[in-house]
């Protein structure tokens, strides 16, 4: 069964930054064969796509986030990482890593970002 493990979330000033990490486990095919997502969903709001990195490497950013966060990934420690700098209050929200693969689409429980002064 697969798993993913979403941490790294926490309270942080506006302006800050923070990292957040989500391990993968129990999946059929390479992690390095699954495209990889950030969604984020802020209370009352509907999710919303943060960030994506495929299968190659190639990224792609909502509107919102472009030049202050960067997606990445470590295929040999099957993780995506989420680096969130100039953290604004808007930023706040619960933050969701999917894998997916054709059909198959997997969610971590999530991880609380807060932006607060």
């Known amino acids: 069964q697969v798993q993913l493990v979403e941490s790294g979330g926490g309270l942080v000033q506006p302006g800050g930054s923070l990292r957040l990490s989500c391990a993968a486990s129990g999946f059929t095919f390479s992690f390095s064969s699954y495209g990889l997502t950030w969604y984020r969903q802020a209370p009352g709001k509907e999710r919303e796509l943060v960030a994506t990195?495929?299968?190659?490497?190639?990224?792609n950013y909502a509107d919102s986030v472009k030049g202050r966060f960067t997606i990445s990934r470590d295929n040999a420690k099957n993780t995506v990482y989420l680096q969130m700098n100039s953290l604004k209050l808007d930023d706040t929200a619960v933050y969701y890593c999917?894998?997916?693969?054709?059909?198959?689409?997997?969610w971590g429980q999530g991880t609380q970002v807060t932006v607060s002064s």
């Open positions: 990195i495929t299968r190659a490497g190639n990224t």
């Open positions: 999917n894998l997916g693969r054709y059909a198959l689409s997997y």
